[in-house]
C-alpha cells in the first residue's frame, strides 16, 4: 500500500522558517517520476508549489522562487520542502504528491496524495 505522510507544519511570524517532510512508504520512485509539494486554501484549487523529478530538475511557483527549495533524500525516500522568509500569504494547507515528470511539466497522480500539513505565518 502506498502512503504518503507530511510533517513539519506549524505556526510561524513572518520572516520565519519551516522545513516540510513528506515520508513516502510503498512507493518507488523511478526515472520519469517527480515529487511536488501543492498548497490548498479552503475552497480553492490546489495550486502545485514546487517539484523535484527523478533527475534533479527543480520547478518553483513564482511567488516562492528564492524563499523556497525542494529537496529529496532517497534514502530515506523523504520529500523535503524549506520555507524560509515567510509570508501571511503563504498560510495554506500544504500537501505532497508522487507524480509524473514530462516534457518539462508535472503531472499528479490521482490518490497519491498526504493528508496534509498546516502552515500558518501570523504576528
Known amino acids: 500500500q502506498v502512503q504518503f505522510m507530511e510533517s513539519g507544519g506549524g505556526e510561524v511570524q513572518p520572516g520565519g522558517s519551516l522545513r516540510l517532510s513528506c515520508v513516502a512508504s510503498g512507493y518507488i520512485f523511478g526515472v520519469g517520476d517527480a515529487m511536488g509539494w501543492y498548497r490548498e486554501v479552503p475552497g480553492k484549487e490546489r495550486k502545485l508549489v514546487a517539484f523535484i523529478e527523478h533527475g534533479g530538475k527543480t520547478m518553483y511557483l513564482d511567488s516562492v522562487k528564492g524563499r523556497f527549495s525542494i529537496s529529496r533524500d532517497s534514502a530515506k525516500n523523504t520529500t523535503y520542502l524549506q520555507m524560509d522568509n515567510l509570508k501571511p500569504e503563504d498560510t495554506n494547507v500544504y500537501y505532497c504528491?508522487?507524480?509524473?515528470?514530462?516534457?518539462?511539466?508535472?503531472?499528479?497522480?490521482?490518490?497519491?496524495w498526504g493528508q496534509g500539513t498546516q502552515v500558518t505565518v501570523s504576528s
Open positions: 504528491n508522487a507524480g509524473h515528470y514530462a516534457e518539462g511539466r508535472y503531472f499528479p497522480r490521482a490518490g497519491y
